[in-house]
């Protein structure tokens, strides 16, 4: 197995700090953690890329070139490193495979307007409407802050949502269900895991901490659940800073993806 450090912070609009330090932390820290809850040991490599001072454009054709020559042997698991990191690293993905689902973990919907380039504001929005997937394979969960024009966006695309509410009404096991069941048309799955799809008394270190999210258990839950899923292929962490407790549970979650991986 690969793990892939994305040390990249060009999409994040200039808005947060210490994005691209993330992932060398995290790693760092698994150093903490034996076994994972299941019992295994992962079994990995690290590997990285690191932003280009060209700009966004260039580092995104990194990240892609770098994404697709992994693909081509392993099982693609990345940490970022803001939000705009998953367009080219699912772009690498689609191209390879084909049925795709995308479930995609986060408080926001990621679909802004487009502003150019895939940014963490719009990034969703680009991956849809470039056709990388198609819409009613996408599906986002622990939504609680959006825009009118995601709302119209999200409605129209018929991208499958469970929100934060819904979660918190159905439960976490019986969303996991529809998820799966939901999942049942796609032969090849990217998860994508904002960090700040978790509740900000878990997770602070991240740039728009929404309240009331995921406990960091109910996070798990997910994660453990999708990384038993064979046609799940793809993993990446995002969003998450400098903020020691939130690298922690970042370190935890990852630690815990590749451990049921095995
Ligand atoms: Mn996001």
């Given at each position: 197995m690969i793990l892939l450090k994305v040390k990249c912070d060009q999409g994040n609009l200039k808005k947060k700090e210490g994005l691209k330090d993330a992932p060398d932390l995290i790693v760092k820290d698994f150093k903490n953690y034996f076994l994972g809850e299941n019992g295994k040991t992962p079994v990995f490599s690290v590997e990285e890329v690191k932003q280009s001072s060209q700009g966004i454009a260039k580092t995104h054709e990194l990240i892609f070139n770098k994404a697709n020559q992994i693909l081509k042997k392993s099982f693609l698991t990345s940490i970022g490193g803001d939000h705009s990191i998953t367009h080219p690293l699912f772009k690498a993905f689609s191209k390879r495979f084909n049925k795709v689902g995308l479930v995609y973990l986060d408080?926001?919907?990621?679909?802004?307007?487009?502003?150019?380039l895939p940014t963490y504001e719009d990034v969703l929005r680009r991956i849809i409407s470039e056709g990388l997937v198609k819409p009613w394979n996408v599906i986002l969960i622990g939504l609680r802050n959006w825009t009118e024009q995601e709302k119209r966006f999200i409605e129209q695309s018929k991208i499958k949502v469970f929100s934060m509410k819904d979660v918190a009404n159905e439960g976490v096991d019986e969303t996991i269900e529809a998820v799966r069941y939901l999942l049942s048309r796609c032969e090849n799955v990217y998860a994508s895991f904002d960090i700040d799809v978790v509740d900000p008394a878990f997770a602070p270190g991240t740039g728009w901490p929404e309240p009331c999210g995921l406990t960091s258990r109910e996070a798990l839950q997910f994660v453990q659940a999708l990384a038993v899923l064979k046609k799940v292929k793809a993993f990446d962490l995002v969003e998450?800073?400098?903020d020691p407790t939130t690298i922690h549970l970042c370190s935890k979650i990852l630690f815990e993806y590749l451990s049921h991986k095995q």
């Open positions: 408080a926001h919907a990621d679909c802004e307007n487009d502003t150019g998450a800073n400098t």
